[in-house]
Nanobody, 111 residues
Framework: QEQLVESGGGLVQPGGSLRLSCAAS????????VAWHRQAPGKKRELVAG???????NVQAPWKGRFTISRDNANNTVYLQMNDLKPEDTAVYYC?????WGQGTQVTVSS
């Protein structure tokens, strides 16, 4: 069964860092863009960053300079490095590719 599995979320203090991972089974990622979205409580889901198969990245403006997306095609994994985290970054983060969505991983930024 093809699926995406996110990991790496958790509770972190403001100013801290987390690295989220998204592991794909099968050939979900092969040749395709992978993106991270997030949904904060009471808010709409929003696109955070995307990366092409060749490694071209696009981090949306609100997170430029703090978040970095990368991928390891050999291991079918995409990462989201999040630095200088703020309480407003608290959300469920989802990995997506084509029509596939992961189950999400919770990130909570709080002191």
């Amino acid at each position: 069964q093809e699926q995406l599995v996110e990991s790496g979320g958790g509770l972190v203090q403001p100013g801290g860092s987390l690295r989220l991972s998204c592991a794909a089974s099968g050939s979900i990622f092969s040749g395709y863009v992978v993106a991270w979205h997030r949904q904060a409580p009471g808010k709409k889901r929003e696109l955070v960053a995307g990366i092409s198969y060749s490694g071209t990245t696009n981090v949306q403006a609100p997170w430029k300079g703090r978040f970095t997306i990368s991928r390891d095609n050999a291991n079918n994994t995409v990462y989201l490095q999040m630095n200088d985290l703020k309480p407003e970054d608290t959300a469920v983060y989802y990995c997506t590719s084509r029509w596939y969505w992961g189950q999400g991983t919770q990130v909570t930024v709080s002191s």
